[in-house]
Nanobody, 123 residues
Framework: VQLQASGGGLVQAGEFLRLSCVVSGYTASPYALGWFRQATGQEREFVGGIAWTGGFTKYADSVKGRITISRDNAKNTVYLQMNSLKPEDTAVYYC?????????????????WGQGTLVTVSS
C-alpha cells in the first residue's frame, strides 16, 4: 500500500491550496482517509478525515470552516481543500489510511502513511 500526497507549496495568508492523496495497493477492503499535519518542533495533529463512502467527515476545531475533505474512489484519490490559510497552518501535511472505514477519527489506528507535502503560509 502506498499513499502519495501532493499539492503543497508556498502561499500567502488568505489564499487557498488543494492537497491530493493518491492511494495505491489498498484494494482488499475499504478505508477511511485522514489528514494530519506536523509543524516544526510540534507534535503531529489530526486535521480531518473522511469515511469510505465520503458521507461522513470529521474536522479538527482548529480548521473547521476553512477546510473540506472529499474523495473520488474511482480515482483512489482524497482531497484536502484549505481556504483562508493562516501562517499557523504551516506544516508538513500527511495523509493516512485506516481500516476503520466508517470512522475517520483521530483516535483510530492509521496503518498506512504517505510521505508528506509541505505547506508554507507567509504573512
Amino acid at each position: 500500500v502506498q499513499l502519495q500526497a501532493s499539492g503543497g507549496g508556498l502561499v500567502q495568508a488568505g489564499e487557498f491550496l488543494r492537497l491530493s492523496c493518491v492511494v495505491s495497493g489498498y484494494t482488499a477492503s475499504p478505508y477511511a482517509l485522514g489528514w494530519f499535519r506536523q509543524a516544526t518542533g510540534q507534535e503531529r495533529e489530526f486535521v480531518g478525515g473522511i469515511a469510505w463512502t465520503g458521507g461522513f467527515t470529521k474536522y479538527a476545531d482548529s480548521v473547521k470552516g476553512r477546510i473540506t475533505i472529499s474523495r473520488d474512489n474511482a480515482k483512489n484519490t482524497v482531497y484536502l481543500q484549505m481556504n483562508s490559510l493562516k501562517p499557523e497552518d504551516t506544516a508538513v501535511y500527511y495523509c493516512a489510511a485506516s481500516g476503520y472505514y466508517n470512522d475517520p477519527y483521530p483516535s483510530r489506528k492509521y496503518d498506512y502513511w504517505g510521505q508528506g507535502t509541505l505547506v508554507t503560509v507567509s504573512s
